[in-house]
């Protein structure tokens, strides 16, 4: 009797946690949590399924995702840049995962080829410049800010960002290696000071004057003229004339050693939905990669704009080569 007894307790324990590992998520996400809690409420009210965040540095998640194997209780890895994504994967620790849903709503130049990692919003970087001294007329592409003409009037933040390091990895593809050096060869001839830890610092050094422009992540922008005292600054879309606007996604992918991947799948292809799509973009005033979704109402009035349609996994295939070229061509 005391046996069936164990044997009945053992059974119910087995059942709950299966229900558990059912019912609950984890993200391990470098994002700001505030950015998707309120997506993540709205989806468990709807389905039932609660989801846990754990944010952290991403270098620190990826390792500990790795570390902890089997025991890791993440479901999904979320990041920013493809850069990261394209680490997460050579790590190991993504799974491919194949759904006409994510393939159909993301853009397949936006989405790692094998599906380890999927685009939810694009970050395009661009010109900035401060329309006190200048005009969109005197701006044309990255590859035009290198020559003399604009002699200290540059400012940029450094070349130890992913950021920055996508973008040149982005011009290595479309003009080479040796084009793109002489390129930011010459930026750094023209900085007017210093290369900025941030986009935002390297934004107000735009706006007071101690540089003409600059090239950011347009979010950051969109933040700053929330504030009348930024009104001077303006954007540029870059490179319209050619290959398009250097564009970077925040993204996710599911976690090999995930126990819920069936669920983890389902979340994945609700935040590639319409539903989610133009809130999780809003929500960091970035773009929706879901073609046709709602854009925020403050960077609507950019207008819409060419973007580089390189597959973005490419950016992380060449991080190593830009690493290289930014160090070749003292760009700090
Ligand atoms: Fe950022």
Redesign the pocket.
């Known amino acids: 009797m005391k046996n069936l007894t164990l044997a009945l307790a053992i059974i119910i324990l087995v059942s709950c946690s299966q229900d558990n590992t059912q019912d609950s998520l984890t993200i391990f996400t470098s994002r700001q949590p505030q950015l998707i809690e309120p997506i993540l409420e709205r989806y468990s009210e709807k389905t039932g399924i609660e989801v846990t965040l754990l944010s952290g540095n991403a270098q620190q998640l990826m390792e500990r995702i790795d570390i902890e194997g089997k025991d890791s209780k993440a479901d999904i890895f979320m990041t920013?840049d493809a850069g990261v994504l394209w680490q997460a994967s050579e790590r190991g620790i993504l799974e491919s995962v194949k759904s006409e849903i994510l393939n159909t709503n993301i853009p397949s130049h936006l989405r790692d080829v094998d599906g380890e990692w999927f685009g939810l919003s694009k970050?395009a970087r661009t010109i900035v410049f401060s329309n006190d001294q200048f005009s969109k007329e005197d701006f044309s592409s990255y590859e035009d800010l290198s020559y003399p003409k604009w002699n200290g009037k540059l400012c940029l933040r450094t070349s130890k960002k992913v950021?920055n390091r996508s973008l040149i990895a982005s011009m290595i593809d479309a003009n080479g290696f040796e084009k793109t050096q002489k390129v930011v060869q010459g930026w750094v001839k023209n900085l007017a000071t210093d290369v900025f830890s941030?986009?935002t610092n390297a934004l107000k050094a735009v706006s007071s004057g101690q540089c003409g422009f600059t090239i950011v992540?347009t979010?950051?922008l969109a933040r700053l003229l929330s504030d009348s005292a930024y009104d001077n600054l303006e954007l540029f879309w870059a490179n319209q004339n050619d290959r398009g606007v250097h564009v970077n996604i925040s993204g996710a992918g599911l976690v090999k050693t995930s126990k819920n991947k069936l669920e983890a799948i389902k979340l994945l292809e609700y935040l590639s939905s319409e539903e989610a799509q133009g809130d999780y973009a809003s929500a960091?005033k970035e773009f929706p990669v879901l073609i046709g979704a709602k854009i925020d109402e403050s960077i609507a009035e950019w207008g819409s704009f060419i973007e580089d349609t390189i597959g973005v996994e490419k950016l992380g295939k060449l991080q190593k080569e830009a690493v290289f070229l930014a160090q070749e061509a003292s760009y700090d």
């Open positions: 920013v970050r950021y941030n986009d992540n979010y950051y960091n």
